[in-house]
């Protein structure tokens, strides 16, 4: 099949380089000027890091470089993809295209036409399937505050984290940060360097871990094993897991994060600065999880940084923020790092929104890639996980082998009602376990592995032994998972062969 993939980051070029392995031809567009998606260099903020340690965060057939950073930065993320591109052959004979906007794909009876823009000329271009891997941290969400048309018109600024890029710009300059979350926080510190003062609003204070819990464990040894997904209850649940959370080891868990708890609450100061969630430490793993920004314990002992706990901007104006509990800060810059809107890429049909979105806009998408009712599209990225380069390997491998329209290689789809149910059930069951907090269900943090042993066991594929066993107590090698598509491939070629025989 010809296959356009509309989206550029970790999740698009797997796919793409996972179809070109089944004998797919692709084409990628992307409207930025290079690849990266959420790490193009377009949505590089100051202070912008992973969160993942280089070994976790990566492809499984590409370690990164010896020479990166435990937490690369974004500009080293970036390179590492343009790496992955060149060693793939993404780029040759036309299949990647960068600084192209996809403005229209309709769908046709022999497949999809997308209109697409690049250097002032248009083109129309035919395609038999469609894949959005546009990501769910692609459209920035900046709340309408009161009076922001006349704050904007003195001089000031309003930017989303994503459109923040200069230190230059806010240098002695009173800066209100809008919220409490990684990019938050990591441009607040960021800020603190230079600005006149910082100010973080934050309508709720979640929990942060520290890259190095105590002092001592790295976080992943905590969050990125078996074990400790295992400490979270999924919708279908491991023995280990209805064992810690609904059977007898339960107190055990308990135990566990209370503890883990109590530790950070000490590491961070959080009684001191009056930053105790008022949530249980359990909801740390909900959509993401935040790490704690290196030298933000320091900038709030010092005063670089201050804290508007459980309020909210009411209203803006020239040089001015009033705040919900009535408190007026001097205003010169508003970052938002109040997250990502959810609604269908602009390009789909308008009316592919009721058939993608329920009423609460969650995704109705099965294993967060197909639509129930919607032939020749699919979407990737929508399992945002806590290695994403690693799941969207697996998803890729998942869905070209659905593409094979071969049942003994690959579980068959059920039917488009129950597969609907499927979807809704599962984003009813994230939107309730985490109060809402669930990225519109396009996140299966913290059940990264379940996802993942899920599309195997449909596969009819395991990772070995060793690595599995390794896995409850090391935080994931996405090495261990390399060979996983030559292992389908090869299957796939045999049984090939075998209906040659039978013909």
């Known amino acids: 099949m010809h296959i356009a993939i509309v989206g550029a980051g970790y999740s698009g070029l797997a796919t793409a380089s996972t179809l070109l392995s089944f004998g797919h031809s692709v084409v990628i567009f992307d409207s930025s000027p290079d690849v990266g998606g ?16 280089k070994d976790t965060y990566c492809f499984s057939t590409l370690p990164m470089p010896k020479d990166y950073p435990t937490h690369p930065d974004g500009q080293q993320i970036q390179a590492y993809l343009e790496l992955y591109v060149k060693m793939q052959g993404l780029d040759k004979e036309g299949g990647l295209r960068l600084n192209t906007k996809v403005i229209k794909a309709e769908r046709r009876p022999e497949g999809w036409v997308l209109e697409v823009h690049c250097n002032h000329s248009t083109q129309l271009l035919s395609f038999d399937y469609l894949i959005c891997a546009t990501g769910v941290f692609s459209q920035p969400f900046v709340p309408a505050f009161a009076g922001a048309e006349e704050f904007t018109q003195a001089g000031g600024i309003i930017s989303h ?5 200069r230190l230059v710009d806010i240098k002695d300059k009173d800066v209100i940060v809008v919220g409490f979350g990684k990019s938050a926080c990591d441009t607040a510190v960021a800020a603190s360097s230079c600005a006149q003062s910082v100010t973080i609003v934050a309508r709720n204070i979640i929990w942060k871990l520290p890259t190095y819990v105590g002092g001592v464990l790295h976080y992943s040894y905590l969050l990125l094993t078996r074990c400790g997904e295992a ?5 279908r649940p491991w023995k ?3 064992f810690l959370n609904y059977g007898y080891g339960k107190p055990i868990r308990d135990v566990i994060l209370a503890l883990v708890g109590y530790i950070i609450s000490i590491q961070l100061k959080l009684v001191q600065f009056n930053l105790v969630p008022n949530k249980p430490f359990e909801t740390l793993a909900r959509s993401s999880v935040s790490l704690a920004t290196p030298g933000i314990v320091k900038a709030f002992s010092t005063g670089k940084i201050k804290v508007e706990r459980g309020v909210t901007i009411t209203s803006l104006s020239p040089g001015k923020a009033i705040l919900s509990n009535g408190k007026e800060l ?8 109040t997250g990502w809107t959810h609604h269908a890429p602009d390009f789909l049909p308008k009316e592919y929104e009721k058939q993608l979105l329920d009423e609460n806009k969650d995704w109705i998408l099965y294993r967060h890639v197909f639509p129930t009712d919607i032939p020749g599209l699919a979407f990737m990225g929508y399992n945002s996980s806590v290695f994403c380069p690693l799941t969207a390997e697996m998803t890729a491998i998942w869905l070209a082998s659905h593409l094979e329209n071969d049942i003994r290689l690959i579980k068959p789809l059920p039917p488009v009602e129950e597969r609907r149910h499927v979807a809704e059930t599962e984003a009813a069951w994230h939107r309730k376990r985490t109060e ?6 396009t996140s299966i943090v913290p059940f990264s592995l379940s996802n993942i042993d899920e599309m195997l066991a449909d596969l009819k594929v395991k990772v070995g032994w060793s690595s599995y066993i390794r896995e409850w107590l090391l935080p994931v090698d996405p090495a261990a998972y390399r060979n996983i598509l030559p292992e389908v491939l090869r299957r796939r070629d045999n049984l090939r062969a075998e209906l040659k025989k039978t013909v």
């Open 38 to 53: 959420v790490w193009s260099s377009i949505n590089h903020y100051p202070g912008l890091k992973a969160q993942n340690d």
């Open 161 to 165: 984290t994503s459109n923040f890029h």
């Open 231 to 235: 400490l979270f209850p999924y919708i």
């Open 240 to 242: 280990s897991q209805k």
């Open 330 to 337: 001097s205003a010169d810059v508003v970052i938002c790092g």
């Open 436 to 441: 809402g907090h669930h990225a519109n269900g």
